[in-house]
């Protein structure tokens, strides 16, 4: 009975080795990200389902929050532990690592799968440094959006969508008389920058959005343009509950899910929460681009890929960026998530309306880039303290405000 017992514990072990050999085989790779969310959590389902069908092995570090994110992205490389891989932002941020050389590129993999040619060229020119590309886009979302509720306007005898910033405002009117929140207000920094930027877009145009943000320019007419976005901004004040201080963007989508607000000036990812929740576009939630805007704001998102010194890690990386760049898994992220594919040859025939309003501005390029893309790191957390100071200080005198603005690019 010892002996039978030796030798089942010996073969035991032998599978157990085996098994533990064929899992290191395996191209194993951890991923980073702030993808917590319903929606989000979905969408990256998509890719390690499929990077899980292709036999890698696939290990999630997902941290609530992007801020969080970076922080603890940035500790691990400070650390030298890297994760195999980072969810972020195409554009400034990640140029910063990889012009420290702590990215591997991949070359190869977007040869392969001929990316030149299936992304817009500002896209692919994102991606791409020094002749090399580091970065696999997942998909670009628009952030000029109002979602709203069909029951909220409905209740408050709203019929149809307003086109200017009266109109729009007479609507909140008619919602707090209807007891329902007018607006569904995330109040943190980076939201906030996002309504502030939206806003600008529909005072300044394309061509003046992109002075203020890439040529820094400090024209009046700039200015001017800075103190009607910081006027309409204070006044959405009056239309925000007491709760919102602090509150998060999907618990914020949460209100307009159960209509106990009207709308949610956000990112169209907020479409990913209606979705898991059920709604359908057109049905049960509308999405308009704000009043008076000739264009939207776009942020573009990508996996990164650190160098770890593991040649097995080399490997999984390039699988991953392959998962993420084949076009169906394009499609199904974009339709979980709430975003566009960044490929320019999928089907875009499963699109949900909004995403199909999207395309068509992206198509037409009435497009600008979200500060995140050109400017620097620092430059963005000095927006979001501007933004968020005149927000939470509750000034209504936006000319001074407008002057103080243009410090952030200093």
Not at 237 to 245: I, L, Q, S
Not at 278 to 290: A, N, T, W
Not at 334 to 355: F, I, Q, Y
Not at 388 to 397: L, V
Request: proline share 4%; hydrophobic share 45%; net charge negative.
């Amino acid at each position: 009975m010892k002996n039978m017992m030796k030798l089942f514990l010996a073969g035991a072990a032998i599978v157990g080795l085996s098994a533990s050999a064929y899992a290191e085989d395996k191209p194993t790779i951890e991923i980073m990200s702030s993808w917590t969310s319903g929606g989000e959590a979905a969408a990256l389902n998509v890719i390690k389902t499929e990077y899980e069908k292709r036999g890698g092995v696939w290990k999630d570090s997902s941290i609530a929050g992007f801020g969080a994110a970076d922080a603890a992205f940035q500790n691990r490389i400070v650390a030298g532990d890297a994760p195999g891989a980072k969810q972020g932002v195409i554009g400034l941020a990640a140029a910063d690592f990889i012009n420290q050389g702590l990215f591997n590129p991949i070359d190869d993999v977007a040869a392969a799968g001929k990316w030149a040619a299936a992304l817009p060229k500002s896209i692919h020119d994102l991606i791409t440094y020094d002749g090399k590309v580091y970065l696999a886009p997942t998909g670009a979302h628009g952030e000029s959006w109002i979602f709203y509720s069909k029951d909220a306007f409905e209740k408050a005898g709203i019929s149809q969508e307003p086109k200017t910033w009266d109109e729009l405002f007479a609507d909140l009117d008619k919602m707090k008389a209807a007891g329902i929140v007018p607006v569904a207000w995330g109040g943190q920094p980076w939201q906030q920058t996002k309504v502030f930027n939206m806003i600008l877009l529909s005072q300044v145009g394309i061509d003046g959005f992109l002075k203020i943000y890439v040529d820094k320019d400090k024209s009046p007419a700039s200015v001017e343009g800075v103190k009607k976005t910081l006027e309409i901004l204070g006044k959405l004040r009056g239309y925000v509950d007491a709760g919102a201080a602090g509150r998060n963007w999907n618990d914020a989508t949460a209100m307009l899910i159960t209509a106990k607000a009207g709308v949610q000036f956000m990112g169209d990812w907020a479409k990913g929460e209606f979705t898991v929740a059920g709604k359908e576009p057109g049905k049960d939630y509308g999405c308009m681009i704000v009043p008076e805007s000739k264009g939207m704001v776009y942020i573009a998102d990508a996996l990164w890929f650190p160098k770890t010194g593991k040649a097995e890690t080399d490997k999984a990386q390039k699988l991953l960026a392959e998962v993420v760049m084949d076009p169906a898994i394009q499609v199904e992220f974009a339709l979980k998530k709430g975003s566009v594919p960044m490929r320019s040859d999928v089907d875009k025939s499963k699109l949900d309306v909004c995403a199909q309003k999207g395309v068509e501005l992206m198509t037409a390029g009435a497009i600008v880039p979200d500060q995140a893309i050109v400017l620097t790191p620092q430059q963005v957390g000095a927006l979001d303290d501007f933004v968020d100071e005149y927000w939470s200080g509750g000034s209504n005198d936006a000319a001074p405000a407008a002057e103080n603005f243009f410090a952030i690019f200093e």
